[in-house]
């Protein structure tokens, strides 16, 4: 039987960023919230989630990508405001946005374009680039959530230089997920290590 990775295509984040990240956590940690922080090395923007895939697909998603973005070029990211999927009142995703996202949506296109040339289903929902930086077990503390939002105003968490993405495999343990690169694709086609 063929061996499945949980995978997804990513924009990791520089140390310092995430480190600031860290901080806008911090704002949220002393209230009455049911969150699972995401730790910070976990910390990225998520590009394309794929689920389960088999092994036998890690290249051919990686030459596919590499193909689709190999024109792009290299941009930069703004974080800071902070928000909540669905809705305040019941909170899912405590999330950092991206002010300048328009080129990320376009880098999400053209990885939709090559995970569906092999197979995969389309995305069936549109495309909203941030950063999680906590995810709700229950609404505990709607309240006082969107009062400290609204007190903390946009964050200045720093901007972001992407220049390629990375095919990460999430293996799911009782601690939390534990991240793996498997390949690295740089803008121009090029393919590294991760």
Do not use: C
């Not at 699972?36 to 092994?55: A, D, S």
């Not at 990508?65 to 070029?73: K, M």
């Not at 941030?130 to 964050?155: C, D, K, M, S, Y």
Request: hydrophobic share 45%; proline share 8%.
């Amino acid at each position: 039987m063929e061996q499945t990775l949980r995978l997804f295509w990513a924009v990791s984040l520089p140390p310092a960023v995430r480190e600031k990240l860290a901080a806008v956590q911090d704002l949220f940690r002393g209230l009455p919230l049911d969150v699972k922080w995401v730790e910070t090395e976990n910390l990225h923007i998520t590009v394309r989630f794929l689920g389960e895939t088999g092994t036998h697909l890690v290249e051919p998603l990686t030459a596919a990508v590499a193909e689709r973005v190999a024109e792009t070029a290299a941009f930069t990211l703004r974080l800071g405001e902070v928000g909540v999927f669905p809705s305040v009142r019941k909170p899912r995703v405590l999330w950092v946005g991206i002010r300048n996202f328009e080129p990320l949506v376009a880098l999400n296109r053209l990885v939709e374009e090559a995970v569906r040339s092999l197979g995969f289903p389309p995305e069936n929902k549109p495309y909203s680039p941030h950063v999680t930086i906590g995810r709700f077990r229950t609404a505990t503390g709607a309240r006082a959530l969107e009062r400290t939002i609204a007190a903390a105003g946009p964050q200045e968490v720093g901007e972001v230089i992407v220049d390629g993405l990375e095919l990460l495999a999430s293996r799911l343990t009782p601690a939390g997920p534990v991240y793996t690169p498997l390949r690295r694709v740089f803008f121009g086609g090029v393919v590294g290590e991760p």
